[in-house]
């Protein structure tokens, strides 16, 4: 496999309202739109037809493995970038100043190793792929974060507006899921002592180019609070339900008024209070994030820390009909330690103590949480990081560097690993050298694990979305990694 080119984009795109869906192989012309349009006294609109072409290529592909197997997606994003070599990839053979302090364990896939600091997971690996030649060129957070989220490197400029759509923006303008709850959801919780520049500036989180229509529902709230709220989806004392459809009427007869010159961001504006409405009054909006239904010993089970119930609340969404939810790794707060999973210093020690164990109890009891609900053959579990660590400890790489127990930014090499819907568990695909400094064999480019995410997802390779110029680009040209799929 070779790590897939990236396409020319053009110049940055403005707002529009999105057109219907387009296939990149056939494009209407003339004579075929007015045709088109003239079926509209039928019953048949231009987006139904494009809507049904995109559903053809669907078909087509279907008969592919692992092909639409997942209904849903929890992306389990490692803010910071985890050292692999220290996590799913170890090197005990090297050098100390490369292999590091910790040991490699046995796992229930004969032949399969990884860090004894995922005990649990190890028990699990015959439920994962793991992927352990992801690569790409880019030293800087916010930019890699739009790498792994979307498959693409960003546009130039740094703005929303620009960046490629994160998948599950993708999945929310083909029309996945179902009111009233938002087919995208983005779990950032945030604690005091938080670090604004990874929460705010990473890229690739919303909708970009596809409008801010399609962007998610973003919980910054921390789940792990006794009074977690998200937003007010709760009626508030005295308003009653007669009182709150009352209220609606009146935004709407607003909406009228303003329908005579509406812009994007009135109509964004009117899409999230008709969702809003709608949460508050159902029953199954409102229970989403009532974490506290739980039994307490699951919620245990998951961690009884931020990122265990950020886990928790993706299962509770997804299982609700939620298509994709991302999960950051929330920064702990706590101050003199590695933020989140950028280990420039306290490297081993930050592992063991703080980042691994909470990782390893959440994703393990999400696997079997699915399990034991039957919803992991329908379920992509994905847990990543935007890059890797330095082969060397103290090794500089960035403007950051590394301490004397630490590693810097690694892009060059890195593990991603996927289970549950329309993918092969026991799975290794890919190796890297004998220093985890670059794939040895398969290398994997952000695009060839976008194009299996969406493959997994049942969305055609050559479906092509308009821009906010209006032209057709192809979501996700890259190379399937068919040898992961079910």
């Not at 897939?4 to 003339?30: A, I």
Request: proline content about 9%; some cysteine.
């Amino acid at each position: 496999m070779v790590v897939s080119p990236v396409p020319e984009c053009g110049s940055p795109p403005m707002h529009f309202h999105p057109p219907p869906l387009v296939s990149s192989t056939h494009r209407l012309n003339r004579r075929e739109l007015v045709y088109a349009g003239g079926l509209g006294s039928l019953g048949l609109s231009l987006p139904a037809l494009l809507a049904g072409q995109a559903r053809g290529e669907a078909m087509t592909a279907r008969g592919q493995a692992g092909f639409g197997q997942a209904k849903s997606c929890i992306l389990l994003f490692m803010w910071g970038g985890p050292a692999h070599q220290d996590t799913w990839d170890l090197k005990p053979g090297a050098p100390a100043e490369i292999r590091g302090e910790f040991k490699p364990i046995s796992t229930r896939v004969p032949g399969v190793q990884i860090c004894e600091h995922f005990p649990q997971l190890a028990q699990r690996t015959d439920q994962l792929a793991i992927i352990r030649s992801m690569t790409h060129n880019n030293v800087d957070h916010t930019v890699s974060t739009h790498f792994l989220l979307t498959g693409q490197p960003p546009l130039p400029g740094k703005t929303r507006e620009t960046d490629w759509p994160h998948i599950g923006s993708v999945l929310a303008r083909l029309g996945r899921g179902g009111d009233p709850l938002p087919p995208f959801v983005s779990m950032r919780p945030k604690v005091p002592g938080d670090v604004p520049r990874f929460v705010e500036e990473s890229r690739g989180q919303f909708a970009g180019w596809l409008g801010h229509n399609f962007d998610p529902l973003t919980i910054d709230a921390n789940p792990n609070d006794a009074d977690y709220r998200v937003g007010d989806f709760d009626l508030q004392p005295g308003v009653s339900a007669f009182r709150l459809e009352r209220r609606r009427a009146l935004l709407e007869a607003l909406a009228s008024v303003q329908a005579a010159g509406p812009s994007a961001s009135f109509d964004v504006m009117q899409r999230h209070y008709a969702r809003s409405f709608d949460l508050l009054n159902s029953a199954v909006g409102r229970g989403a994030f009532q974490l506290a239904a739980e039994p307490p010993a699951l919620r245990e089970r998951y961690g009884l820390n931020p990122h265990g119930q950020s886990v928790l609340q993706a299962r509770r969404l997804i299982e609700r009909g939620v298509p994709l939810v991302t999960v950051f790794w929330p920064n702990d707060g706590i101050k003199n330690v590695s933020v989140y999973w950028d280990t420039h210093s306290r490297n081993f020690v930050d592992l063991k103590q703080r980042l691994m164990p909470p990782a390893d109890q959440a994703f393990s009891a999400l696997l079997d949480d699915l399990d034991t609900r039957g919803l992991l053959d329908e379920t992509l579990v994905i847990w990543t990081g935007e890059f890797g660590r330095t082969p060397r400890i103290g090794q500089r790489n960035s403007d950051a560097g590394a301490g004397a127990d630490g590693r810097d930014h690694w892009p060059g090499c890195f593990t991603t690993v996927l289970a549950g819907g329309g993918v092969r568990g026991g799975v290794v695909y890919g190796a890297s050298d004998r220093y985890a400094a670059y794939p040895s064999a398969n290398p994997v480019a952000p695009l060839d694990l976008a194009a299996t995410v969406y493959h997994c997802l049942g969305v055609p390779p050559d479906l092509a979305l308009p821009d906010n110029q209006n032209r057709p680009q192809q979501i996700c040209p890259g190379t399937l990694i068919s040898e992961i799929l079910a």
